[in-house]
């Protein structure tokens, strides 16, 4: 009975955030601001031209517009809380919104996973199977893709969310982050989290370990396949197909391993320097990848850049 009174207590959350570094939150505050409406004009313009340009009615450029429409979805669900913690003294979420914020995240999160894997896929039948390439990935095969990769994030994230917000928290309602990041909030629990911790390491596993397995084998045969190519001028342009694709699972996948895979120090003064680092690269995660991939698919490729163009021209000549 006390157990569950002190668990009907805990009503909101405090988000240290850079509550230790005011001095930065200013700074911050404008810079996070200004990638925000970056990710929702360059992610809304690359949506807008997968949806208008006929040219772009293909499988690669529909997974394109899901992850274009999933990095809005992710940063809308943390960014506005962000920058509100800036500028608010008192840092609180409520129990509820808390809940909710956290499921949001590790579904954009799981999903961006398994569609970076279902690009990969793509990518290698198109270049490894160029003449299959229609039957393989038709639109009856690559819409259930890319629906079955939202579908498998958001049940991952109901299971990971309903099994952390059932946990008792005994009055220690600080979290050290600018978010309800899963793991920050499941420290502050006065129970058990065996099972927590096994639920997240078999989903780990699932939602990263196999997608990058996946990745790791398309990119084999597909540059298997690309060095067999005798013309330098066709390697160039098989490889430009999937360079971005590249770039991109390259800065997803490696600051998670760089926000994961680090030693802690053990000293107090190299804690707190790691842990300002921590909460830097977590943002860069959940802001700067989102706001690059927009432009890193802009960059390299030629089909987006002539459907933006013909977008603008139109818009300016309707002007």
Not at 55 to 80: E, K, Q, W
Not at 298 to 319: I, M, P, Y
Request: glycine share 6%; aromatic share 10%; with cysteine.
């Amino acid at each position: 009975m006390e157990s569950a009174n002190q668990t009907a207590s805990v009503t909101e959350f405090i988000l240290l955030g850079l509550s230790a570094h005011p001095k930065l939150e200013k700074t911050f505050f404008v810079l996070i601001l200004f990638m925000y409406l970056v990710i929702i004009l360059g992610n809304g313009v690359l949506i807008l031209v997968t949806i208008l340009d006929s040219r772009l009615h293909t499988p690669m450029y529909f997974f394109l517009g899901n992850l274009s429409f999933l990095d809005i979805c992710y940063t809308t669900s943390s960014v506005p809380l962000i920058l509100d913690s800036f500028l608010t003294p008192r840092k609180t979420i409520p129990f509820s919104a808390c809940a909710v914020q956290m499921f949001l995240s590790f579904a954009m999160g799981a999903t961006e996973c398994v569609l970076l894997g279902m690009m990969a896929f793509d990518r290698y039948v198109a270049i490894c199977n160029p003449l299959r390439y229609p039957i393989v990935m038709s639109r009856a095969v690559y819409v259930p893709m890319a629906a079955g990769s939202w579908a498998a994030g958001c049940a991952a994230s109901m299971v990971q969310t309903s099994l952390a917000m059932r946990l008792p928290f005994c009055g220690d309602n600080v979290i050290n982050h600018f978010t309800c990041e899963i793991l920050a909030v499941l420290k502050l629990a006065c129970a058990d989290i065996s099972i927590n911790v096994v639920s997240m390491g078999v989903t780990n596993v699932i939602f990263l370990g196999v997608p990058v397995l996946l990745i790791s084998v398309s990119y084999i045969f597909i540059l298997t396949t690309i060095l067999r190519i005798p013309s330098g001028e066709g390697r160039k342009k098989a490889f430009s197909t999937c360079s971005a694709h590249l770039t991109v699972v390259v800065i997803f996948y490696g600051t998670i391993l760089f926000m994961y895979g680090k030693p802690k120090p053990k000293d107090p003064l190299g804690a707190d320097k790691q842990d300002l680092a921590d909460k830097l690269t977590s943002l860069f995660y959940g802001v700067v990848t989102p706001m690059l991939n927009p432009i890193i698919y802009s960059l390299r490729n030629k089909d987006v850049k002539a459907a933006v163009r013909n977008l603008v021209s139109q818009k300016c000549f309707t002007w």
